[in-house]
């Protein structure tokens, strides 16, 4: 079989105080320019998944392969004589491949939009200042915030925000995008504009993990739903299908209390 997997984990364990498994045993792959949400309570693991595939956090067992190579401790060892050194390199090189886009958006205020979405290209991947000047631009019309270019972060909506976060984030050419409920904390009417750049992410191919409580979003973007509890997979399945017919009673419950009603659209 072609293996178009981006990214790998394998029996990841993460703890926090050597004693509760935060995370518990996951195991999970993802292929280029698939969509995979992933649903549950809150305090299930969600953000710290996200956070230990991006190396945010360091794991206690289990590994992590981004394009087939070993970014986790297992793989840095081999060869080295400088472990923490070479650490730095790959959680570098990982950070690079794999962007992230929080609840809070974080933007610097004291900088323009156009400086917010350029720094990071210019200075940490030292590229042409003026490639990058007009790749942002591009990416901030397709956002619907070229006219924004040369305000400043307070002068923008919670929505306008988070999508310019966004494009922070595709300045640095992610191989993999990781969200983390992004809309969560804006206005109900600026949701949908956030999640309509998202839905035009996924379309154009972008490889994506998403964290979100928005049910029929989720419904609309994801190729494969996985369902946390306690720090465990418990269902892995196709949206139509987690929606309609979850396999255990967990997911039905949680799906209750979203009142989620079939056939409405985002
Ligand atoms: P979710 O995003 O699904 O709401 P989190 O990943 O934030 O869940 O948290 C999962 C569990 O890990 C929770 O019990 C939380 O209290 C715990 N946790 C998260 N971050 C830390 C941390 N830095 N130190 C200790 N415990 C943490
Ligand atoms: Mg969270």
């Known amino acids: 079989m072609k293996s178009e997997k981006i ?18 045993d996951i195991s999970f792959s993802i292929a280029k320019g698939e969509v995979v949400v992933v649903i549950g309570p809150s305090g299930c693991g969600k953000s710290t998944f996200l956070r230990c595939l991006n190396k945010l ?7 992590i392969l981004l394009d087939g190579v070993l970014i986790t401790r297992e793989g840095i060892k081999e060869g080295s004589n400088s472990k923490k050194k070479d650490n730095e390199k790959v959680n570098y090189e990982v950070r690079q491949k794999v962007g992230m886009v929080f609840q809070s958006y974080e933007l610097f205020p004291n900088m323009t939009i156009i400086e917010n ?30 006219e924004k270019r040369d305000v400043y972060p307070r002068q923008l909506s919670g929505g306008q925000k988070q999508r310019v976060a966004i494009v922070r984030s595709l300045m640095m050419q992610p191989e993999i995008l ?4 992004i809309t969560a904390a804006l206005d109900p009417e600026m949701v949908r504009e956030v999640l309509q750049v998202v839905l035009e992410l996924a379309k154009e191919g972008m490889t994506m993990i998403v964290v979100t409580h928005e049910m029929e979003f989720a419904k609309a973007v994801a190729d494969r739903i996985l369902f946390l509890d306690k720090g465990k997979i418990i269902e892995e399945s196709k949206p139509q299908e987690f929606f309609t017919q979850p396999k255990t009673e967990r997911a039905r419950q949680f799906l209750n209390t979203f009142h989620y009603e079939e056939g409405t659209n985002i």
């Open 117 to 146: 979405v350029t720094l990071a290209p210019v200075i940490v991947q030292k590229r042409d200042k003026e490639e990058v000047i007009k790749e942002a631009e591009k990416l901030l019309k397709r956002v619907g915030l070229l």
């Open 178 to 181: 990781l969200l983390d409920e």
């Open 7 to 24: 990214l790998e984990v394998r029996h990841l364990v993460k703890s926090f105080d050597g004693k509760t498994n935060v995370l518990d």
């Open 57 to 63: 956090e360091p794991i206690q067992a289990g590994e």
